[in-house]
């Protein structure tokens, strides 16, 4: 009985032994392996279809590498979304250079794309320990927008081409545009052209493309990425002399955060210059028009980039 109870308990000793060594390939974490593991990033966004577009493309960069993200995706305006970048409630989203420097900063107007934008990256490092990263290729600005058909019948691509080409056009504004600054006064002084008064039709925004749509106007402000210029076959005039400030989208964060994840930004820069005005404005009409989410929009143009 004695022997055979000895070969029992040798044969449980050697099946335990073969187990452990034969067991799962994982190791049981350590205390250093809890310590490497990704942190929740929170990304926000301000309230309009583009901005929810971005806000996606950078949340799903960030889970695709392993980072847990917290969407506080469309907030209102830029001074909240700023302020909870400032305070820490959020990590990261993507802001304008022009808006940074001109709402954020109160300096004045800039048109040179790369000088303003190292004037806002050092400013915001300086002043709110945050940090611009890489551009993703848009500049929505202000722009004159007409019919494409329309523009090639008369030979007009610039807006130098309004000097000679368009005193008879009927111009749509919201009247914003036609008051501010760098609005339509101190354009048409830049340019040396100026539409006729009786020409020249104040409206709401929400109205300016309806009414070049169907030849109330001629040629109507706008913003560079609207996707209403692709759906309307618009083409937006060449800004030739560079006169409208310059509106480069980029990540901004939160040094903090990079400084702990300096990945963030190499994950991040791959949409550096990825993103053009007319993709945007294809994106934008995919949520706008077609009625896609903003978060399907982003995901698959990730995929068309082989981000995803």
Known sequence: MKKGLLTSILAVTLVGILLVGCGSS??????GDAQTEKPTITVGSKEF???LILG???????EKDGFTVDRKIGLTGTAVVAKALEN???DLYAEYTGTGLVTILKQPVMTDPDECYNTVN????EQFKLEWLGR???NNTYTLTMKADKAKELGISTLSDLITKGADLKFGSDQEFLARPDGYPALSKAYGFEFKQENIKSMDAGLVYQAVDSDQVDIIMGFATDGRIKKL????????????????AAPVVRQEVLQKNP?????????????SDEKMQELNLQVDVDGKEPATVAKDFLVSLGLY
Not at 26 to 31: G, M, R, Y
Not at 122 to 125: D, E, L, S
């Open 136 to 138: 993703f290729g848009i």
């Open 49 to 51: 279809t583009e901005q």
């Open 26 to 31: 994982a190791p049981a974490k350590t205390d």
């Open 88 to 90: 820490g409630d959020i």
């Open 233 to 248: 076959n618009l083409i937006n005039l060449d800004d030739d002399k560079n006169f409208f400030p310059v509106y480069d």
């Open 122 to 125: 050092k400013a915001y490092q």
């Open 263 to 275: 990945e963030i930004a190499d994950i991040l820069n791959k949409l550096q210059g990825k993103i």
């Open 56 to 62: 996606e493309m950078m949340a799903f960069l960030l």
